[in-house]
């Protein structure tokens, strides 16, 4: 399964991954890092939506966000 | 460049790029303006023929952060001009002495305030030894009074440069500049080894990225900076250099530098024909500002007169080396006026201490 | 790295090695990071990193070198292109770029910008226009648009009094001794790409002795435009746009087409 991992303590909040992503998975969490942001996340049920396309962390200014994208069947991806 | 030790029929300006290419500089930034401009005509030939960089840039300041760049590299690198460009300069030079850069400036000196005339002047010795632009910092000066000191002492400019890391300042003026003389071109053009530039930038090939800068935010950082800068301008105070001329016996010592010095000399040398116990004390590096020789002088009960074409700067340095013992007096040739030696004997006579009683 | 169970995974994004591992200064939805971001890999790519030599302007992204782990220099503020100069005529084998804002290159560094530019000094410059002077907290720039308020245009930039917007790239593509000279934007991933795109090709001009390459980047400055970063990026796309278009307005390789 494609995921998005964050790196809670550089996110400031800014939500502009949200606005980018194809499947609306990211939005504001309740948690705040220890600069006192608000971080974002994918909340469990949106989980197995992420495509892995990354654009999410495309945008981010924070490069914050670190993407996985599930290998599906056969296809062999060698490792970049 | 000619075979060396000829004797070269040259004007100050012409010197100074002669000891330039001698002193190995390698890239060179120019902006016209008079009385200097013989400076960047000739290295615009004479350094691209060695294999040099020579750039007329659009402005001082651009010919000034030129020089921030190619000494950031590491490079002998150098930019002249006189007074007025000098003034726009002065944030470059800041940001060198912050940044550590070891770049050469050559002032020859006009007159001012303002476009003032292109007539000789001292009036930017405060500017030059006080550190012109902001903050608290110092570049070393030498002040040539001939065609073969302004070539030997553009060459010293840039060694003492890369010795502190430290923006240099050759200060001479529109006499020094427009003068011609025979010189001694005595120097091989200088082969750099490359050594001792650690700091400079080249690409962080197989070694850590390397800064210069002088923004220092955060808490203590600026202070810790300075304060490594003026143990550094203390150390420069080995660096001080000036001529003495029948001070043995004089009862009055004459304080003059750079062209005022020269033509006081020759006054000097007319007085003591008339057996005046008078003799002269030329500085020739502005800053460190040698002290120690006139306290000595003092301590020896002589009698001073400092000379200056402007409203009186270096006097203050003099007063301030003389203190413990004796005061000085003043005479001022104002910019505008070219004072040859006999116009000094009357104010030289008048402060001899028998006459001043 | 969390080992997933059944089906092995891909890292897909990578961040190259030359951008630090580190939080930034910036603020929140400031496009000063995706353009780092962007700087980064196209150095990365064109196998460059150790070759660059960064000069760095003042304004928010003075501290640059905290974020590119490159050889930098410092430039007093609107110095940075004849500072470039410099280092690139006294080290023509190194890469060299400026990374400056609109206040830095098109105010108080516009005399030294058109020069650099017109010598066709081989170098790439980075110009980053959010039209406003963002460090010092939101004042009327040479770009701010008309009827933009600042903290020193407090009623609107007034075409009558303050003029109209510099278009910086067009300037630019207009002296004779300019290679290349296009305008890109960060404000969504179809352009974030593109942008990366013309970046590269200003780097590799000058990897290639082709001469002065000019890359303006529009950029969202949130803060000092009194919007959410998701707002100052939509304005991006929108007004900033419509006024600054988009495209390659120079390139000697095909002359712009």
Known sequence: MSRVEIRENRCKGCLLCTTVCPEEVLCLSDRMNSSGYKVVHVPESLQEKCKGCSFCAEICPDWALTVFRDKKGGQAHEKK | MKKNDTNLLVKGNEAIALGA?????????????????????????????????????????????????????????????????????????????????????????????????????????????????????????????????????????????????????????????????????????????????????????????????????????????NRKLQEKYQAMRKECDWEEYRTQ???????????????????????????????????????????????????????????????????????????????????????????????????????MPAKAG | MTQAIQTEEKQVFRLPDVLADTATHFCPGCHHGIVHRLLADV????????????????????????????????????????????VKRANPENVV??????????????????????????????????????????????????????????QGRSFETDGAPLKMTEIIAGLPGVYFSARVAVNNVKNIKKAGKILKKGFANQVQHKGFSFVEFLAACPTNWRMTPVEANERVGGEMIDYFPLGIFKDNDNDGL
């Open chain 3, 43 to 86: 150095l990365d790519q064109l196998g460059v990193v150790q070759d660059t030599i960064c000069v760095a302007s003042v304004g928010c992204s003075v501290f640059i070198y905290n974020y590119l782990l490159l050889d930098t220099v410092e430039s007093p503020h609107g110095r940075a292109a004849a500072v470039a100069t410099g």
């Open chain 2, 249 to 351: 016996d004089a009862e009055l010592i004459v304080v003059a530098f750079g062209s005022m010095g020269r033509i006081a000399k020759s006054a000097v040398r007319k007085l003591r024909e008339k057996n005046e116990k008078v003799g002269l004390f030329r500085p020739i590096s502005l800053y460190p500002f040698p002290e120690a020789p006139l306290d000595r002088l003092a301590a020896q009960g002589k009698g001073f007169l400092t000379l200056e074409n402007n409203a009186g700067q270096m006097v203050d340095d003099v007063r301030l080396a003389i203190r413990r013992h004796a005061d000085s007096g003043l005479h001022c040739v104002l910019p505008g006026h070219l004072a040859n030696p006999d116009d000094l004997l009357g104010p030289i006579e008048e402060a």
């Open chain 2, 21 to 225: 290419v001698a002193a190995g500089c390698e890239c060179y930034f120019a902006y016209p303006i008079t009385p200097q401009s013989e400076i960047p005509e000739l290295l615009s030939e004479s350094l691209v023929e060695v294999g040099g960089t020579f750039v007329q840039a659009e402005s001082e300041i651009a010919a000034a952060n030129m020089l921030l760049g190619a000494t950031a590299c590491g490079k002998r690198a150098m930019t002249s001009s006189s007074s007025p460009g000098i003034a726009l300069k002065q944030e470059a030079i800041s940001y060198m002495a912050g940044s550590q850069l070891p770049g050469v400036i050559v002032n020859i000196c006009r007159g001012g305030p303002g476009l003032g005339s292109i007539d000789p002047s001292q009036g930017d010795y405060y500017q030059t030894t006080r550190g012109g632009g902001h903050g608290d910092y110092r570049t070393l000066t030498l002040a040539p009074a001939s065609c073969q000191e302004a070539y030997d002492l553009t060459i010293r400019a840039f060694d003492l440069a890369f010795l502190y890391r430290n923006p240099v300042v050759v200060l001479g003026d529109a006499i020094l500049g427009q003068m011609k003389e025979p010189i001694k071109n005595w120097k091989e053009r200088v082969v750099l080894d490359g050594k001792g530039l650690d700091w400079s930038l080249s690409g962080a090939r197989n070694r850590e990225p390397r800064l210069l800068k002088s923004l220092y935010l955060s808490d203590g950082a600026l202070a810790g900076h």
């Open chain 3, 97 to 154: 770029f400026t990374y400056q804002g609109d206040g830095d290159l098109a105010a108080i560094g516009l005399s030294e910008i058109m020069y650099a530019a017109n010598r066709g000094e081989n170098m790439t410059v980075v110009f980053v226009n959010n039209t406003v002077y963002g460090m010092t907290g939101g004042q009327l720039a040479p770009t701010t648009m008309v009827g933009q308020k600042t903290t020193t245009s407090q």
